[in-house]
C-alpha cells in the first residue's frame, strides 16, 4: 500500500475528531458537537470533546489531554474554533499559549461572533490554519444542523419520524397503527427523544394515544426532552399523561387565538408552558411557533405524529430531516391515512427532494434518512 498523502492523513485525523465530537450526542445543546485531536509526528498525543453546555471546549479538552507538550503539533478540529469570551474563554488563546504550529477546520461556525475571527488571529499570529475536505466538512455539518439551523435561522431543525407500512400507511382504514414497525425500529425512534431538544405531537395524537413522548433513562445527563403539542384551540385535558408529568420534563402548548382563556388558565395553573401564536395562515403561525422555540434555545425538534401536523409542516417548508421506517406489510384501502396530509405539491417538480439519503435495515424494516435541507 502506498504511504498516505498530508491530505489523506489529514481527513483521517478530522474524521477522528468528528467521531469524538459525536460521543456527546444529545447532550450539548444549545451548544454545538465538537471533536478536537492533537496529532505531533504522526502521532496522537491528545484527544478531547465538548461534553455539555458550560464545560470546557474541544480544543482545552484536547490540549489538556497531551502526553507531551503540543508546541509545535498540529491540531485537528471538527469546528471552526472560537475567539469570543462565553461561558468559557476563547480557545484561540489556548491554542496560542500551546504553542500549536498548525490547525485544520472541518467546518466553519455560523455563529455571528465567529465568522471565520478565529482564522484571521491564529494566521496573524504565525499559526498555518487550513480547512480539511469535503467528506470531514460534510460529516462535521451533518453532526451538527440543529446548531447551524438555529445559528442562521433562529428556528429548531426539525425532524420528521414516521412508521408506514410498504404501501406508505401509518395506520389500517380502521385507524389501527400498533405496531406498523418492529419491535427494534421503535426502540430505535425512542432513543432519538433523547437526542433532541424537544419532541413534537399535533392534538389528534396527544389526544388519540395519551402519550408521554418522554424518554426515560436515557437522557439523565442532558436534561428530558420539551414536549411541544400543536394544539390551536388548547383542547389538552389536564388529566393527560403530558400535563400530569409536565413536573419531570416541561410541556409547552401552542394554540392560536382561537383557544379557550379558560382552558389556557388550567393548562398554566397545571404547570404547561402556553404559547399563542398569530399569523394569516397555518404557515406564518408554524413559523412563528418555531420562531418562540428558537428564542427558548430548542435547536431540534423530533415530529412524531400524526399526518396532519406532518403535513402542515410540510406546506410550510418546515421539515428538514425525514426518518421513516418502512415495514414489509401491506395495509391497503383508500382511507387509510398517509405519514404526511396537508395541501401537498401540485406537481411532481414542486415536491421536496432530499439532498442526501442513507437506508438502513432494523430487524425486517428499513430505515430511510433524507435530508431535504442541509445547513
Ligand atoms: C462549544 N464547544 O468545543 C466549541 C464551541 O458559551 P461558550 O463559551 O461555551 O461558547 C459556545 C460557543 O463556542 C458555541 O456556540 C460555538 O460558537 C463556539 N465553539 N462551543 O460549546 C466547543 N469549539
Ligand atoms: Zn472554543
Known amino acids: 500500500m502506498p504511504p498516505l498523502t498530508r491530505q489523506e492523513r489529514d481527513e483521517r485525523f478530522l474524521s477522528r475528531a468528528v467521531d469524538l465530537a459525536a460521543e456527546a450526542l444529545g447532550r450539548t445543546s444549545p451548544n454545538p458537537m465538537v471533536g478536537a485531536v492533537i496529532v505531533k509526528d504522526d502521532d496522537t498525543i491528545g484527544e478531547g470533546y465538548h461534553a455539555a453546555a458550560g464545560e470546557p471546549h474541544a480544543e482545552r479538552m484536547a490540549l489538556a489531554s497531551c502526553r507531551e507538550d503540543p508546541a509545535g503539533a498540529t491540531m485537528y478540529v471538527s469546528l471552526e474554533p472560537c475567539a469570543h469570551e462565553g461561558r468559557t474563554p476563547p480557545c484561540v488563546e489556548a491554542i496560542l499559549e500551546a504553542g500549536i504550529a498548525r490547525v485544520v477546520v472541518a467546518s466553519d461556525d455560523p455563529t455571528g461572533k465567529a465568522s471565520g475571527r478565529a482564522f484571521g488571529i491564529l494566521r496573524d499570529e504565525g499559526v498555518r490554519v487550513e480547512m480539511g475536505g469535503n467528506g470531514s466538512a460534510q460529516a462535521a455539518r451533518i453532526l451538527n444542523q440543529p446548531f447551524r439551523k438555529h445559528a442562521r435561522v433562529g428556528r429548531p431543525l426539525v425532524i420528521l419520524k414516521s412508521a408506514m407500512t410498504l404501501d406508505g400507511k401509518v395506520a389500517t382504514s380502521g385507524g389501527d397503527s400498533k405496531w406498523i414497525s418492529g419491535e427494534e425500529s421503535r426502540a430505535r425512534g425512542h432513543r432519538w427523544r433523547a437526542t433532541v431538544d424537544a419532541v413534537a405531537a399535533g392534538i389528534g395524537t396527544a389526544l388519540t394515544d395519551d402519550p408521554m413522548l418522554t424518554a426515560w433513562m436515557l437522557d439523565e445527563q442532558g436534561g428530558a426532552a420539551r414536549r411541544v403539542i400543536f394544539d390551536s384551540e388548547a383542547r389538552l385535558p389536564v388529566s393527560s399523561q403530558l400535563v400530569r408529568t409536565a413536573a419531570e420534563a416541561p410541556v409547552t402548548l401552542i394554540c392560536g387565538r382561537a383557544a379557550s382563556r379558560p382552558g389556557i388558565l388550567a393548562l398554566e395553573a397545571a404547570g404547561v408552558e402556553v404559547i399563542m401564536v398569530a399569523g394569516e395562515n397555518e404557515g406564518a403561525r408554524l413559523r412563528s411557533a418555531l420562531d418562540e422555540l428558537g428564542a427558548r434555545d430548542v435547536q431540534s425538534v423530533l415530529l412524531e405524529g400524526g399526518p396532519h401536523l406532518a403535513g402542515a409542516f410540510f406546506d410550510a417548508g418546515e421539515v428538514d430531516e425525514v426518518r421513516a421506517f418502512v415495514a414489509p406489510i401491506v395495509a391497503g384501502g383508500?382511507?387509510?391515512?398517509?405519514?404526511?396530509?396537508?395541501?401537498?405539491?401540485?406537481?411532481?417538480?414542486?415536491?421536496?427532494?432530499a439532498l442526501s439519503t442513507d437506508v438502513e435495515r432494523i430487524g425486517e424494516d428499513v430505515l430511510i434518512t433524507a435530508r431535504l435541507k442541509e445547513w
Open 334 to 353: 383508500r382511507s387509510a391515512r398517509p405519514p404526511v396530509e396537508g395541501q401537498g405539491v401540485e406537481a411532481v417538480g414542486e415536491a421536496p427532494r
